[in-house]
C-alpha cells in the first residue's frame, strides 16, 4: 500500500484545551479517506495542520514518503496539498476564473494569462467533469457552482492530495450525487481524498477507509466495510443515538387555538426584479412544527427573512402577537418580532448570527442587550450577568469548549450552532413562542443532532411552535408535523407528516403533483 499522508503523533494544544492527542493517520494514495467526530473532536485542526493553517505542537508528517515540514497553505500546496474549506474561500465581486487567478497568475500581463489559465481550466473541466461559467463573478453562482470551482482552484494549483470539509452541507441532494460522481473520477485518476464529515451515510457510501476522532484522539480506523451506521455513530459519540422520528406521527396537523402566526399573500422581488415569493399564505399553531421542503433557491430562505423581519416585501399581510403589519406600510422589524415573541436562527450562522471576533458572551447576547436584565439605568452594560447568562446557556446547550471569553471564531461549527440556538430559545425574560429555523443542524455532528431535535421537540411540547427550513428530508420527516413544499417562490403543496414520503416530496418539489409522475418539463429553480 502507497501511502500519500501519513502523521505519526500529532499533539496540539490551544491554551488548556488539547485538540489532538497523539494521533497517527495513514491515508493510502488513490482512495477517499472520511475522517469523522464530534462537534470539537480534532478533525479540522488536524487537517488545518496537514494544510498548514497551525503547526503541530509535537508529530510528524510524511507526504507520499518523505518527512515534511509545513509551515502555511503555500508550502501545503507545494506539496501538492489543497483544501476546499466548508465555509469558502472566494473573492465575490471577482469573476470565476479571476477567483483561480489569484494569487497564481501565470504572466504579469492579465490579458495573456486569463487565456492561458481559461485554457487550462477548460481542459482540467473536460477531464473532470466539473463544470463553472468562467466569466460570471462569485457573486451570481449558487453554492453548487462555487464548491466547484473551489474544488477546480486547488486542482489547477496542482493538488494531488484534496481536504474537503463538509462538502454537502449547503448542496441539494442533485448536487451532492454531481460532487459524489465527481469525486470518484478523480480518485480513479489517482487523487487522494480527505473527506470531513457528519453525515455518515456519506461515509458509507463514498469513502474506502474511515478514521473516527473523539477528544483529539483516533478511537476507530478501519476499512469501511469492516463497520456500519450504528458502528460509527457509536464510536463518535461513545453510546448509542437515537435519531428519526421519535413521537407517533400525529393524525392530522395541529390546530388547536387561534394561529401563533399568519401570513396571507407574501410577494417579494429580488434587485432583479426576479420573483422570490410569489403568494405565499401559511399559519403556525400552538404545539407543531411545520417543516419547509424544496430544492435550495426556492424562495425557502427569503420566507424566514421576510417574517423574522429582516426583509420587507412588496406584497401581503403579517398577523402576529395581535399586530398586523401590511406591506408597503411598516413592517416587523427584528426588535418588534424579539418583543412579539418570536425568535429567528438563520440558515447562515456566520453571516447572520454571530460577529465571529466577538467573544461567546458577547454573541450570546446579541439582540437582547437592551433589555433590563442586561442593561442599567444609564445605559451601562451589565457584563458580568451576561458572561453568567452565556456560562448557563453553554452548560443547558452543551455548547465546548464552555468558555464564555473564547472568540466566536475558534469554536467549531456545531458548536457555534449551538450558541446561536441556545441565546434564541433561552432569551431572558421572556423565551419565544415561535422560533423560525433555517438549517438547524448543518455541519453539525451526530451527537448534537440528536440534541438540537430533543430541544425542538421540547418546544412543541411547551405549546410553542417552530418553522423548520432544512435541506434534509430526513430532518424534515423526523420532526415535522405538517410539511409544505417550495417551488419556484411558491407553495407547491401541503402534506400531513402521515402522507410525506421522499417520493411524494421529490414529487412537489419537482414541480408535480404528489400523487403523479413528474411534470413533463420540470422548471428549474431560480438561481
Not at 387561534?258 to 426576479?274: H, I, M, S, T, Y
Not at 445605559?379 to 458580568?384: D, E, V
Request: proline share 6%; with cysteine; aromatic share 4%.
Amino acid at each position: 500500500m502507497t501511502l500519500a499522508v501519513e502523521m505519526k503523533g500529532i499533539c496540539k494544544r490551544f491554551g488548556a484545551v488539547q485538540a489532538n492527542r497523539a494521533v497517527d493517520l495513514r491515508v493510502a494514495r488513490a482512495t477517499v479517506h472520511g475522517i469523522v467526530g464530534e462537534n470539537g473532536a480534532g478533525k479540522s485542526t488536524l487537517m488545518s495542520i496537514l494544510y498548514g493553517f497551525y503547526q503541530a505542537d509535537e508529530g510528524e508528517i510524511r507526504i507520499e514518503g518523505r518527512a515534511v515540514r509545513i509551515d502555511g497553505a503555500r508550502a501545503a500546496m507545494g506539496h501538492g496539498i489543497g483544501m476546499v474549506h466548508q465555509h469558502f474561500m472566494l473573492v465575490d465581486n471577482l469573476s470565476a476564473l479571476d477567483n483561480v487567478m489569484l494569487g497564481a497568475e501565470p504572466d504579469w500581463r492579465l490579458g495573456p494569462a486569463r487565456e492561458r489559465v481559461r485554457a487550462d481550466l477548460e481542459r482540467l473541466m473536460a477531464d473532470t467533469g466539473l463544470q463553472v461559467r468562467l466569466d460570471q463573478p462569485v457573486e451570481a453562482l449558487p453554492v453548487g457552482e462555487c464548491q466547484r470551482l473551489e474544488i477546480l482552484k486547488a486542482l489547477y494549483r496542482g493538488a494531488r492530495i484534496l481536504i474537503l470539509d463538509e462538502p454537502t452541507a449547503v448542496l441539494t441532494p442533485q448536487e451532492t450525487e454531481q460532487l459524489f460522481a465527481t469525486l470518484r473520477r478523480l480518485r480513479a485518476a489517482g487523487t487522494t481524498l480527505l473527506l470531513i464529515t457528519h453525515k455518515l451515510k456519506e461515509i458509507m457510501a463514498l469513502c474506502d477507509q474511515v478514521t473516527v476522532m473523539r477528544q483529539g484522539a483516533v478511537v476507530l480506523d478501519c476499512p469501511i466495510g469492516q463497520t456500519s451506521l450504528d458502528g460509527l455513530a457509536q464510536a463518535m459519540v461513545g453510546r448509542q443515538v437515537q435519531l428519526g422520528r421519535q413521537d407517533a406521527p400525529p393524525v392530522a396537523a395541529a390546530s388547536a387555538g387561534a394561529p401563533l402566526l399568519r401570513a396571507e399573500g407574501l410577494g417579494w422581488r429580488d434587485a432583479q426584479g426576479v420573483p422570490r415569493l410569489d403568494g405565499v399564505s401559511l399559519a403556525l399553531h400552538p404545539g407543531e412544527i411545520v417543516g419547509i421542503a424544496g430544492v435550495s433557491g426556492n424562495g425557502q430562505s427569503e420566507l424566514l427573512e421576510v417574517l423574522a423581519g429582516l426583509c420587507a416585501p412588496q406584497a401581503g399581510t403579517l398577523d402576529l402577537g395581535g399586530r398586523r403589519f401590511t406591506a408597503g406600510g411598516r413592517w416587523l422589524d427584528p426588535q418588534t418580532a424579539r418583543a412579539l415573541r418570536l425568535a429567528h436562527v438563520p440558515e447562515d450562522r456566520h453571516r447572520l448570527g454571530l460577529v465571529l471576533p466577538f467573544a461567546a458572551w458577547e454573541s450570546a447576547v446579541l439582540g437582547h442587550e437592551r433589555r433590563a436584565r442586561y442593561s442599567g439605568p444609564l445605559g451601562w452594560l451589565r457584563r458580568t450577568v451576561m458572561r453568567e447568562d452565556t456560562r448557563r446557556m453553554m452548560e443547558d446547550w452543551d455548547v465546548r469548549p464552555r468558555d464564555p471569553q473564547l472568540r466566536s471564531a475558534k469554536f467549531s461549527g456545531g458548536n457555534q450552532q449551538k450558541l446561536v440556538l441556545a441565546r434564541e430559545a433561552m432569551a431572558p425574560e421572556q423565551p419565544p413562542q415561535l422560533l423560525l429555523v433555517g438549517q438547524p443542524t448543518r455541519g453539525v455532528d451526530i451527537g448534537a443532532i440528536e440534541f438540537i431535535h430533543g430541544r425542538l421537540r421540547a418546544m412543541r411540547a411547551a405549546g410553542g411552535a417552530v418553522l423548520l427550513v432544512s435541506s434534509e428530508l430526513d430532518e424534515i420527516l423526523a420532526l415535522a408535523d405538517r410539511v409544505i413544499v417550495m417551488d419556484r417562490g411558491r407553495i407547491a403543496g401541503e402534506l400531513p407528516i402521515t402522507d410525506c414520503t421522499e417520493t411524494a416530496l421529490g414529487r412537489l418539489m419537482a414541480g408535480a403533483s404528489a400523487h403523479e409522475g413528474p411534470s413533463p418539463s420540470p422548471h428549474p429553480s431560480p438561481t
